[in-house]
Nanobody, 119 residues
Framework: QVQLVESGGGVVQTGGSLRLSCAVS????????MFWFRQAPGKEREFVAR????????YYADSVKGRFTISRDNAKNTVYLQMNSLKPEDTAVYYC????????????WGQGTQVTVSS
């Protein structure tokens, strides 16, 4: 059974930091691209960052570039999202997702973890 399990969310003040984790299991993800998305109340889900598991290549949304860092630990089968200089507008449920390169849709999603940034 394939699972993506996010953790690390919480409440933090403006300017603070959090590190989200996405632990993957049930299959090998070395050929996948891993994503972080977020969804704020009343808004559509939006792309945050992605990383190619095998090459480590990364890409970020303009809104988080320079503040967030996506990474992966092969030994722990975990993808991370280090979030620094957090702003109230970063408040959202953060989701981890996996997509095979040739797939049209995302193959797997996690259940999400809440991040709240207080002003």
């Amino acid at each position: 059974q394939v699972q993506l399990v996010e953790s690390g969310g919480g409440v933090v003040q403006t300017g603070g930091s959090l590190r989200l984790s996405c632990a993957v299991s049930g299959r090998t993800f070395s050929m996948y691209t891993m994503f972080w998305f977020r969804q704020a109340p009343g808004k559509e889900r939006e792309f945050v960052a992605r990383i190619n598991w095998s090459t480590g290549n990364t890409y970020y949304a303009d809104s988080v570039k320079g503040r967030f860092t996506i990474s992966r630990d092969n030994a722990k089968n975990t993808v991370y999202l280090q979030m620094n200089s957090l702003k109230p507008e970063d408040t959202a449920v953060y989701y981890c997702a996996a997509k095979f390169p040739t797939a049209i849709e995302y193959d797997y999603w996690g259940q999400g973890t809440q991040v709240t940034v207080s002003s």
